[in-house]
């Protein structure tokens, strides 16, 4: 089995949507406030540019896409930056991918300057929560002020 690690290209979009699509629904992330949701999801590698110091990478698992993660700017010229998008296909899980994809955008992220990164996510997600603690992420009692998954049931934030 050969995994690695690379950042999107337009190619990958359309397996990239498929997967995290297909990973939101099975964990009920559907519609209005989460995730999958966002209208990102439709061209990622338009979206996560260095331009806008964002990047998303994608986990390909003998060639195949089996999931990704992102990490952008919070807002606009914030030194807060967010993990985004980490999904990955049941099949892919269990692997180290998630680590792995966690630390590429947290390592590219301190490269771009930021000084803490939030994300949210949902409690059922509960491997995906473990991990974010495994990395140093700490529990906040609610959203950063400005976050677009209303949805969402748990905040994190790590200093950078």
Known sequence: MSLKIVSITPEFDPTVK??????GKEFGAVGEGYGPSDPEVENMSRYYTLDNKSRY???LKDGVVVGGCGVAPFVEGSSTC?????????????????????NHCLDFAKEQGFTQCYLDTLSNMTSAVRLYEGLGFEHLTKPLEGTLHNMCDVWMLKAL
């Open 57 to 59: 990478f994608v986990a």
């Open 18 to 23: 498929e997967v995290i699509k297909k990973v």
């Open 82 to 102: 967010e993990l985004k998008k980490l999904f990955l296909l049941e099949g892919a899980r269990g692997l180290g991918l998630g680590k792995a994809l966690s």
